[in-house]
């Protein structure tokens, strides 16, 4: 499986995006496929994950609310619509592909496949 994101870009606080994350190279049925953002001097964080096969979904506290996962099954991508954006939102944003179990989605050592991010600058 790979993962290519893109959909970044330099948006006014308050403003919108779309990153988008298109996978290639296998069946997705067994994966769950995640959005992670890691700002200048701060570590990897969880954003919002999805269920590439039958649902669930999660989002982290910061974004809840202001984030919408989706996924497209005919252009094998998955969506992260963020609204309301807020300069602290301005970091690089990685697509990331898993088969860990639920309880473990969050954390980003379970990821095997990472796209290559895309920048995402909030200005304020």
């Known amino acids: 499986v790979q993962l290519q994101a893109s959909g970044g870009g330099l948006v006014q606080a308050g403003g919108s995006l779309r990153l988008s994350c298109a996978v290639s190279g296998g069946s997705l049925s067994s994966y769950k496929l995640g959005w992670f953002r890691q700002a200048p001097g701060k570590e990897r964080e969880f954003v919002s994950v999805i269920r590439w096969s039958g649902g669930g979904i999660r989002y982290a506290d910061s974004v809840n609310g202001r984030a919408t996962i989706s996924r497209d099954f005919a252009k094998n991508t998955v969506y992260l619509q963020m609204n309301s954006l807020k300069p602290e939102d301005t970091a690089v944003y990685y697509c990331?592909?898993?088969?860990?179990?639920?309880?473990?989605?969050?954390?980003?050592?379970?990821?095997?496949?990472w796209g290559q991010g895309t920048l995402v600058t909030v200005s304020s």
């Open positions: 990331g592909a898993t088969r860990v179990v639920w309880g473990e989605i969050e954390n980003q050592k379970h990821y095997g496949v």
